[in-house]
T-cell receptor, first 111, second 111 residues
Framework: GENVEQHPSTLSVQEGDSAVIKCTYS??????FPWYKQELGKRPQLIID?????GEKKDQRIAVTLNKTAKHFSLHITETQPEDSAVYFC??????????FGTGTSLTVIP | SAVISQKPSRDICQRGTSLTIQCQVD?????MFWYRQQPGQSLTLIAT?????????ESGFVIDKFPISRPNLTFSTLTVSNMSPEDSSIYLC????????FGPGTRLTVL
């Protein structure tokens, strides 16, 4: 099965700085990599995703990069704001359409 | 995006009893999934609910403990059987055509 590792587990940044979260996966056949943001007591919300035929995708202050050869992908948040504080999860979808999640990163943006 | 509802939103149950959680999607989807998320932890896939066939369970989860129904393309149930305090967790369903969206979760406490 797929094994997804995520680092760091906690991350604190000053407001306005950038935050980077990294994930690796084990199954080279995985082809879809979403990122979810989960605020306390809420459901995970899809914030950005990338498919294996693309190396980078950007949506305003959020970007995701994918290196299929190395089997790792990263989330980049620029100009961080206090409302970006949450737990972020990466995931990898296998060929059976099942998602396997990383262990999560608790991001704190300090005003 | 799919709109997913779950009920109950929370419940407190006695040891040895069973609870059935319902998940409703506002559109027809091929696959629905059930996850468990313990406090401060990541999401662990329990099973894939397939319409017209038996659910597919992940390692560590068995049908006798977590029976699943999928009577049509918009609905699924997960039963947590013969509960113990270790089953206390948040249970989430997810579904979607390309991206996966989550229900709000069911917070289960077993006394």
């Amino acid at each position: 099965g797929e094994n997804v590792e995520q680092h760091p587990s906690t991350l604190s940044v000053q407001e306005g700085d950038s935050a980077v979260i990294k994930c690796t996966y084990s199954d080279s056949a995985s082809n879809y990599f979403p990122w979810y943001k989960q605020e306390l007591g809420k459901r995970p919300q899809l914030i950005i995703d990338i498919r294996s035929n693309v190396g980078e995708k950007k949506d305003q202050r959020i970007a995701v990069t994918l290196n299929k050869t190395a089997k790792h992908f990263s989330l980049h948040i620029t100009e961080t704001q206090p409302e970006d504080s949450a737990v972020y999860f990466c995931a990898a979808e296998n060929t059976g359409n099942q998602f396997y999640f990383g262990t999560g990163t608790s991001l704190t943006v300090i005003p | 995006s799919a709109v997913i509802s779950q009920k109950p939103s929370r419940d407190i149950c006695q040891r040895g009893t069973s609870l059935t959680i319902q998940c409703q999607v506002d559109s027809q989807v091929t696959m629905m999934f059930w996850y468990r998320q313990q406090p401060g932890q990541s999401l662990t896939l329990i099973a894939t609910a397939n319409q017209g066939s038996e659910a597919t369970y992940e390692s560590g989860f068995v049908i006798d403990k977590f029976p699943i129904s999928r009577p049509n393309l918009t609905f699924s149930t997960l039963t947590v059987s013969n509960m113990s305090p270790e089953d206390s967790s948040i249970y989430l369903c997810s579904a979607g055509a390309n991206e996966q969206f989550f229900g709000p979760g069911t917070r289960l406490t077993v006394l």
